[in-house]
């Protein structure tokens, strides 16, 4: 070798051996290059995504803050759920309370509280004088009695009539006097009614005492006709409230309210002699009713159903007001069950529903009619067929224990 190429040789060597402290850090800073530069552009993909992503949460972020619900809501939730059981509740009780109602006696229900049979007999005067009461209180009359109408034409005229007194068979001159008489019935009521259209009120004149149940189940039923014919009165009365005669009254005449069909109030002797066809009975299947019921309502453990039978003459034009008012809330008094025992409270009940209705024309010559002054209104016959809602909870208390066990008996069979 010669000399000068070892001098090359021995100066790298000693060029690689001044700077062999750079060789470590220059390796690092060429590693460190190559990491960057796909760092880098994954942190820029990074950020681009990141910031895409952050956006659109915020958008919906903001989007849900202008729909969320105030803090508060619960409250407000929490008084709508009260709200609503406060309806519920509210319903039930006026349910309740809409059986619960006046008695005529309160020595009998559930069970006499004196075994003498005169309770019974003093029920019966209190039943009759009740519907003398309501009859009163519609400023009720009826048309001229056969003796009133001889009576009347006799110190008139001087005339007398064998039998019934038909006008068709007067004089002229008897006739206009006989029409007189009926126009002064008319101008003095405010309806044609009398007490003994309204059942029951025959049935207990002169009652004979047929046993302990028989006779507590008898006074039971008819506890519930008399409410029924309360409502019915109070209905009459309202549509009337404004009239000063028949002539300018809606209702011109009641027929009768019964829980038969026919409307006569089960007051004739004959209908008498079977009670169980003059008295209300509690509907418990399809073939107990007056008529089919449209509403599919029988007697089970929450209510009791009676059907009845109302028949009126009305003015034509107050058909729809009359089915109105029959079936709106009315308002009564109680005091409690043992009589004046508690503050009296005002109630209301609304238990009338129409099952079935039937109008007639009036043929005001026919023997039906032709004593009675409607004026000078189109007239026509409503006869309505209805039932009559009993809550239990709201008289079971004094419902006596023979009906009692009637309904329990039947609740189980249909359980069965």
Known sequence: MDIPQFKDIIRKVAFVKNYSSLVIPVVIGLVGLLL????????SELGKRITKESVSIGKSVTSLSRSVVSRDQWREEQDYQQAYESDANQAALL????????????????????????????????YRGAIKELITRINARDCPTETELQRHLQSS???????RASLGRLSQVDSAIADVLCREKAESAFVYANPAVLAGYEFWEGYEYPGM??????????????????????????LNSGSNSVFSSPVKRLLGVSFMVGGDGGGSKQSKQNIYFTRPNYVLYPEDGLAESCTERFSN??????????????????VMS??????????????????EAEEPKTFKHNQITILESNIFPIDREDSAHELYRYGEDAVVKLDLICEYIF?????????????KELLKEVEEEEED
């Open 36 to 43: 960057f530069i796909p760092t880098g552009l994954v942190n």
């Open 322 to 339: 009359f089915m109105q008012q029959l079936c709106s809330a009315k308002e009564h008094r109680f005091a409690g069950f043992l009589g």
């Open 157 to 163: 005229s001087g005339s007398y009539v064998r039998g």
């Open 391 to 403: 809550n239990k909870k709201g008289y079971d208390e004094i419902k006596p224990p023979a009906i």
């Open 301 to 318: 453990v929450d209510i009791d159903i009676v059907h009845f039978n109302v028949v009126v003459v009305v003015n034509s034009q107050s």
């Open 95 to 126: 349910a309740e309370q809409s059986t619960r109602r006046q008695l005529l006696s309160y020595r009998i229900f559930p069970e006499p509280k004196d075994i003498s049979t005169l309770i019974f007999k003093e029920f019966g005067r209190k």
């Open 213 to 238: 149940q028989r006779a507590v189940e008898d006074c039971w039923y008819w506890q519930l006709a008399y409410w029924v014919i309360e409502d019915v009165i109070d209905t009459i009365d309202a």
